[in-house]
């Protein structure tokens, strides 16, 4: 199936990976401005969706597992989420029936920003987290929730430890700087029926 994948994304310039680029590039002031359909803008609705491609490991590339996602880079000039605006390719590879013919189907899922493989951990939480952590430290005060959301090895740790991280040096720094200010945080990992406190 890497022809077919290949010929398809050839096919496809949006599909092409840029060197150092995200398919889901935000200005640091994010969408404030970015005015979506029903009125709100993207950083006033309840839910926005972020997907992140993780790369292929080289022990899945050594058992002859291949890439099967592709990131939409948005138009030229286009913003994250806009008309020409970020998803999620999944090549989905399969057998016909008779078990010789191979089949390859293409599924376009939109998002409000989808994040490619060479993303930097900073890139993420800029895009991701930081409009949340600025959300929630309004001087009125605020509640925010990221919550991820994949099947096991996908990424999600790695990710959320990042976040974490970075969100802290945000909300603590360590020059004193901010304002004082009282901070509750949860940090919880849901599996199956049970929920399990990470702090």
Sequence with gaps: FVGPIAAYRDRHPSLQSRPGGMGAALDDDESDDDTRAGGASASQRAVRVFVRKRPLFEYEAARGE??????????????????????????????????????????????????????????????????????????????????????????????MGNIEARAARALFPADGGAASHSVVLRYFELVGKQCVDLI
């Design 66 to 159: 291949y890439n099967v996602i592709s990131i939409v880079v948005p138009r030229a000039g286009g913003r994250n989420g806009d008309g020409g605006g970020a998803r999620v390719v999944v090549h989905n590879c399969v057998m016909h029936a008779d078990m010789k013919r191979m089949y390859h189907h293409a599924l376009w899922f939109p998002c409000d920003v989808a994040i490619d493989e060479s993303a930097s951990e900073d890139d993420v939480y800029r895009l991701c987290a930081a409009p949340l952590v600025r959300a929630a430290t309004t001087p009125r005060g605020g509640v925010a929730t990221l919550f991820c959301y994949g099947q096991t090895g996908s990424g999600k740790t790695h990710t």
